[in-house]
């Protein structure tokens, strides 16, 4: 579809029931190709954390360390290449391609700097772990694996900013076939380079780090060149000129992105929190709770491909004036984002001994994990609601609303707790679970409630533009 055709299909049934409906295979087909996509980046570290936990407990360790820092860290980051989100996807719903394409050429100078303060917080990785009191060797091999996996900063983040453009005009499915082609590539790359077949040496941690760089680099290259072979660009492209390098326009879109890297830092930065006191206690906690925290977060990349769906589809409809779609696609929305984790949370209970068991033989590690899924499977339905709430919010051009309930939901009330139950009350790993899970409520029900206030003003209030 290119941005030239309706960007909004119209809907033949005038009912309520028909509309919704209808939003739902639209919001299905906007989010299954997302959703996929985000399995197969999610899979890069599930697979690096399978075939790293053979080589040993340590490099298990300093792999989950490690990702969760490099995944607190990039949040930021990619939050705010996320603000071209509203830009792109409200100028498609309004038809203005020259628009579409500033907002790219903006997206993409802001993935490039905001790659260089990454870099350099990857480069201070040990430093800062130690500062927190995590083990030294595990701090160590956290760095090795961080300096090997340092191209996935820049490269990562200009794949968001080509993924996003797409998504804001109702074209996901790119972006899926890149990152399952570049996933299989990230299989071999880490059996080569992990394990030393086919004449290379045997890196272990290194080598996972180097196989999920050089794919990080691939993603925006192959989807470059997908929208190029198949010309998707056309109808929402402009020559780079001097308002694509605009202090002012670069300015309006970071204005945007920032609060939503702020309110991915805060959710990031709180489960990272999480695992810092995880490693106070031990090796075979932290496993377990490696393991779980990787099972989730597999699992929290459906409703999270529903987010992106949303935002784009609430951007749509807001630049096509559709004031009774909106309402509707928001209440939708939330159903499908909670309704998939529903049954993720099923999962976890029913496989929690057979779940771990694919990570590792250890009998300590698994049985801990066993103890912790049901927990997990808990909080997923609110993890689903608070991450298409958001998504709803960014694509409403109310990016901040999704900082503040997180800055209240984890540091006000999960953290808090998190700490009480583990540490004062004796309940150790299991109390810290518990805890994220009472933010995470707080957190989704916030955002429900501010969702539905704002799909209820005049639209116009909602419009966001490039310029």
Known sequence: MSSRESPVPESAAPDATGRARLEFRTLLGLSAPVAAAQLGMMA???????MVARVGPAPLAAVAIASTWAWSSGSIAQGVVQGMDPLVSQAHGEGDGDAMGL????????????????????????????????????SALAQDYLVARLPSALGFNLFVALRQYLAGRTLTRPAMWVMFVCNGLNVLLNWVLIFGHLGAPALGLVGAGLATGITNVLLPIGLFLWIRRFRLHEGAWRRWDARSFSLAGLGRTFALGLPVGIQLGLEANAFTVAMMMVGWMGVTELGAHQIVMNLASFTFMVPLGVSIGASARAGNLIGAADASGLQI??????????????????????????????????????AMAALLLPIAGAFQIFDGVQVVGAGLMRGMGRPQAGAVVNLVGFYAVGLPLSYVLA????????????????GLGGVAIMLVVWVSRTYRKPLASLRVRVD
């Open 44 to 50: 890069m570290g599930v697979i690096d954390t399978m």
């Open 103 to 138: 907002a790219l050429q903006r997206g993409l100078g802001l993935a490039a700097l905001v790659s260089i303060p990454l870099v350099a917080l990857w480069l201070s990785t040990e430093w800062i772990l130690l500062g927190l009191g995590q083990d030294p060797t595990v």
């Open 329 to 366: 696609a928001c209440r939708v929305g939330f159903l499908m984002g909670g309704g998939v984790m529903a049954i993720a949370a099923v999962g976890f209970v029913v496989f929690r001994e057979a779940l771990p068991a694919l990570y590792t033989s250890d009998v300590a590690v698994v």
């Open 423 to 438: 540490f004062e009350v004796g309940l150790g790993l299991v109390g810290i679970w518990w805890g994220l899970a009472a």
